[in-house]
Structure formats: structure tokens, C-alpha cells
């Protein structure tokens, strides 16, 4: 079996990955999910792509993957989202929870074996808040439960942040109820109007950092083998995740490796609202832009580098694929290629933390000569899904800049230019309905047209 090897953000070390389970046959994997209150954007899409493929990878390696990620769907934007609207949170939880699914499908996304909410574990969170408390890793002060850093000295071993940038980095004003500036909060109370659940602190609500290490524990146990997310997340999300967790198992570690891919920018700037650059998912799908494009455009740089988005890159993505596709037969089905070996550098490549750019470059050798190890290899990336005749009959669609109602009066107007004798108008509209993939047909019964 090929080694994968990885970089561990825990080690800053490439580690050849084993798993934890003593048969070493079954891989659980831990990913943050979405906070859903809106659409999707190519950040966080990039995560989703990059711990699918992930994902992936393993379960060609191994027997049993366990990909657990979760739904944050209690959270101080998405209650300003819901009052905004004057709906109960879960209007908007539901509804963005079912469109950010449906957006990363698009995208090849597998639905993580386990998508477990946040507001169906709270349960658990209050269970391990009291045992922090119970062991002095936390403390209650007006209706607040904090988590106490100094309590935990391996705190910033994920990060390597000093107490100072801890600090910091915390970026939460110094409240009074706080022993110590860089603690954090495990619970917090809720107004009578707001979202909340009975403690034995009072009517509140979590804070984000215990949701995760509350459900990685019920479903992946005390220690699992990989933990992902956005580079992004490492500090203080991550670093807080392995303090809440490694304090109430009385174990060293939480995860044996942290995976965290790159940050995104578009077109060679940060993404944000107030440049209007923020590229939602859910517009391109929308846009006909195939999935599988974007794909491979957020695949097409390796993981841990920065990712800039440019229309280019999309578009060179598409075209990439056109030309994979062509490669495949007409009528799979019935020519089937049939099982076959993946081939080894392309694996190798995958092998080597995940070295997509490298694995791209081989597809485009597979490309040119062996079609049936091209589409096998591709598929372990999320590639060529769709059956080659699909992929161009729905390219051809969406080539098209006509609509049917347009076709109609332009094949009118030639049939009146052809009752007129004007043909040369009429085969000029002939051949403008051509160019946009639009084929007339003269029968006994007038004419009618279809798509080339
Ligand atoms: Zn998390």
C-alpha cells in the first residue's frame, strides 16, 4: 500500500499517516464545518473541496472512513441574521444547512458520514463544561463559564502563539468576569428573547469553540486521527478546541494530525464585502458554471498555499475538462472501460501531502494516451463523475446564448424568407442558428429544429 504522507500543523512535520485504530483499517477524520446563516463562498467551498479530496484519497487507501463535520447552527450572527428577519433561528439555520449541502454537492462534495448540530449536542456541551469546571480548567462568573488558560500550560502549541499574541489574538475587550485576558468562554447567558437552554448556570447558550470537541469526542472517542480545517481556524478556534478536549479526557492529544488548508483571495485581493468581490458558490451553479470546474480550479493549487481565484482559472478549468471529456467514449454505458489499476504516479503524487498540482499534470499525460486510467484516476480527485455524453450535452446547453422562444422567430423569419424567395437571408439565419448550436430541420411537416 502507498504511504500517505502529510503535514501535520501540530509538528510542523511531514508524518506518514497512520491511523490510530490498532488494525490501522479504519481512518476518523474530524472537519469545522459551516456557521450557516449564508451562502457559501469560494473560502469556504475551498475547505469543503480540499478535506473531500481528502477524504477521498484515504478511502482509496484504506477499508473505513469516518468524516465527521459539523453544522454551527446556534451563534451570535446567525440570532442577528434571524432577528434581522423576525424568523426563529432555525428558519435560517434550516434553510442555509439544505443550501450549503446542495452547493457543495455540486462541487463533487461527499456529505460528510456524519453531519452532527450543534443544538442537538448541547446536552453534551453542559455535560463537559461541568467536568472542566469539576477538574479546574473553568470557572463561573456573572452567568458566563470561562475556560481558565493558565490552567492548561500546553495552550498555544498548535498556534506557537506566546501569551502575549495570545492575547492578543483573543480580540475580546477585557471583561470583567474574566480571571485571566486570554480565558475564553465555554457558556454564555441569553437574554429572555434570545435562543437559549436551561444550565445549571441559568438560561444561555454555548460558546462556539466547545461544540467541536463535544462532537468529535461522542462520535471519533477521546483521540482520533485527523483534525482539518481553514488555516484561518488554527488560532484561537483550534488551539481552544485542543484545550476544552485535552483537559477533560486527561489526554495529551485530541487529534494526531491537524490539516489546515490556505487561505483564499480573489483575483490578487483579500475577499470582503466592502470591496463587493465575495464569490458565492451558489451563483455560479446558478450561473451554469459546472461544479466540477470549480473543482478543479480549487484543486489546481496545492492546499496549504494561498489560493487566488481569477476568472482565468475557472475558465482554464472548464476547458481542461472539455478536453478530458472528449477523451472519453461516446455511450459509456455500452463501452464501458471497465475496472482499472490506478495508475502509480499519479497516487504517488496524491501520496505526498496531497500534491494535487502534481496529480493534475499527470491527468493531462493519462489524457493523451489511456483514456480508462485517466477517467479511474481522475474519479479519486472528483473528477469526470458524469457520464462524457451528459458532461457535453449539458456543455452544449450551456454554450448556447439563444433561448427556445429567440430559435422560434428566428425559424419564422426564415420560413417567411424562404416563401419570399430570399435566400440568401434565409440561409444566413440558417447559419446563425448553426453557430449557436442550433440545427434546422426541413420535413413534409414544415420545419423544426434541435440541438446540435
Ligand atoms: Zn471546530
Not at 480565558?183 to 437552554?197: A, E, I, M, R
Not at 456543455?395 to 422562444?405: L, P, Q
Amino acid at each position: 500500500m502507498s504511504k500517505l504522507i502529510l503535514q501535520n500543523s501540530l509538528t510542523r512535520a511531514k508524518e506518514i499517516f497512520i491511523p490510530a485504530d490498532p488494525t490501522h483499517q479504519q481512518v476518523k477524520m474530524y472537519v469545522c464545518g459551516p456557521t450557516v446563516y449564508n451562502y457559501a463562498h469560494i473560502g469556504n467551498a475551498r475547505a469543503a473541496v480540499v478535506f473531500d479530496m481528502l477524504r477521498r484519497v484515504l478511502q482509496h487507501l484504506y477499508p473505513k472512513v469516518t468524516h465527521v463535520a459539523n453544522i454551527t447552527d446556534i451563534d451570535d450572527k446567525i440570532i442577528e441574521a434571524a432577528n434581522k428577519q423576525g424568523v426563529p433561528i432555525a428558519d435560517i439555520t434550516e434553510k442555509y444547512a439544505a443550501i450549503y449541502n446542495a452547493d457543495m454537492g455540486s462541487l463533487g462534495v461527499l456529505t460528510p458520514t456524519i453531519q452532527p448540530k450543534a443544538t442537538d449536542h448541547v446536552e453534551g456541551m453542559i455535560a463537559m463544561i461541568n467536568d472542566l469546571i469539576d477538574k479546574g480548567h473553568a470557572y463561573e462568573k456573572e452567568g458566563h463559564v470561562l475556560f481558565y488558560v493558565p490552567s492548561y500550560p500546553e495552550y498555544g502549541v498548535l498556534s506557537g502563539r506566546n501569551r502575549d499574541e495570545q492575547i492578543a489574538g483573543a480580540r475580546v475587550e477585557i471583561a470583567p468576569y474574566k480571571k485571566d485576558p486570554a480565558d475564553f468562554v465555554l457558556w454564555k447567558p441569553s437574554g429572555k428573547s434570545q435562543p437559549g437552554w436551561d444550565s445549571p448556570w441559568g438560561y444561555g447558550r454555548p460558546g462556539w469553540h466547545i461544540e467541536c470537541s463535544v462532537m468529535a469526542r461522542q462520535y471519533l472517542g477521546d483521540v482520533f486521527d485527523i483534525h482539518g480545517g481553514g488555516l484561518d481556524l488554527t488560532f484561537p478556534h483550534h488551539e481552544n478546541e485542543i484545550a476544552q478536549s485535552c483537559c477533560a479526557t486527561g489526554c495529551d492529544k485530541f487529534a494526531n494530525m491537524w490539516i489546515h488548508n490556505g487561505f483564499v483571495t480573489v483575483e490578487g485581493e483579500k475577499m470582503s464585502k466592502s470591496l463587493g468581490n465575495v464569490i458565492l458558490v451558489h451563483d455560479m451553479i446558478e450561473d451554469g458554471i459546472p461544479g466540477e470546474a470549480i473543482r478543479l480550479a480549487l484543486l489546481s493549487t496545492h492546499y496549504r498555499q494561498p489560493f487566488d481565484w481569477t476568472e482565468k482559472g475557472l475558465q482554464q478549468a472548464v476547458k481542461t475538462l472539455d478536453k478530458w471529456y472528449d477523451c472519453l467514449p461516446h455511450d459509456e454505458e455500452n463501452n464501458g472501460m471497465g475496472e482499472t489499476q490506478i495508475d502509480d504516479e499519479f497516487l504517488s503524487a496524491l501520496c505526498d501531502d496531497l500534491n494535487t498540482p502534481l496529480a493534475i499534470s499527470i491527468l493531462h499525460k493519462l489524457a493523451k494516451n489511456d483514456p480508462a486510467k485517466l477517467r479511474a484516476a481522475a474519479n479519486i480527485l472528483g473528477f469526470l463523475q458524469t457520464p462524457a455524453d451528459s458532461w457535453r450535452a449539458l456543455r452544449k446547453k450551456t454554450h448556447h446564448t439563444i433561448n427556445d422562444a429567440d430559435i422560434d422567430v428566428l425559424v419564422s423569419k426564415r420560413n417567411q424568407a424562404r416563401a419570399d424567395k430570399n435566400f440568401a437571408e434565409a440561409d444566413h439565419i440558417r447559419d446563425h442558428l448553426a453557430s449557436l448550436g442550433v440545427v434546422i430541420k426541413d420535413g413534409p411537416d414544415g420545419t423544426s429544429w434541435t440541438y446540435e
